[in-house]
């Protein structure tokens, strides 16, 4: 029985641990946080990625930052600046992006980023997920301890 209550414990705390970090992050003064949505900063971020963005005001070639381009949000690197504003490419792409970004539309400078966890918060806000992820285990914990407390009686 202690080894089930061991394990059922372990299994909470590896969903809760990182819910309790994005949460921290997400308090942070300043920081935001973006599921990327496509494979352009491949090997540097997978679709899925949760990436935490703050603003720095001092970016440069080398640095990765997330900025909007009309209703999108892009996360890409900055390969140089010039007076007209940056020059951006993903990782995965064999072009520059055909734009410039100003300074006004930068978010910030990607502080962090957590594979698959982008995916996985897109996924719990679905029914689907809310059930698994937090009806399914809370349920497990409710019933791991009712029979703790029977077999006490």
């Not at 491949?42 to 080398?62: E, H, I, K, Q």
């Not at 209703?71 to 390969?79: A, Y």
């Amino acid at each position: 029985m202690r080894n089930r209550h061991l394990l059922v414990t372990a299994a909470v705390l590896l969903v809760v641990a990182p819910v309790l970090g994005h949460v921290a992050m997400s308090l942070a003064p300043g920081t935001a946080s973006y599921v990327v949505s496509s494979d352009s900063m491949a090997p540097t971020f997978a679709s899925g990625s949760l990436v935490y963005v703050g603003a720095t005001g001092d970016y440069g070639a080398g640095d990765v930052i997330t900025f909007r381009h009309g209703d999108r949000t892009v996360t890409h690197r900055v390969v140089e600046e010039t007076d007209r504003g940056y020059v951006t490419r993903g990782d995965a792409n064999d072009r520059l992006d055909d734009w410039r970004v100003e300074e006004s539309q930068v978010v910030g400078e990607v502080l962090l980023s957590v594979p698959v966890y982008g995916a996985l918060l897109a996924f719990a806000g679905t029914p689907l997920g809310y059930l698994l992820g937090v009806v399914l285990p809370a349920s497990v914990l409710i019933l791991v301890e009712v029979r703790a407390l029977a077999g006490q009686l």
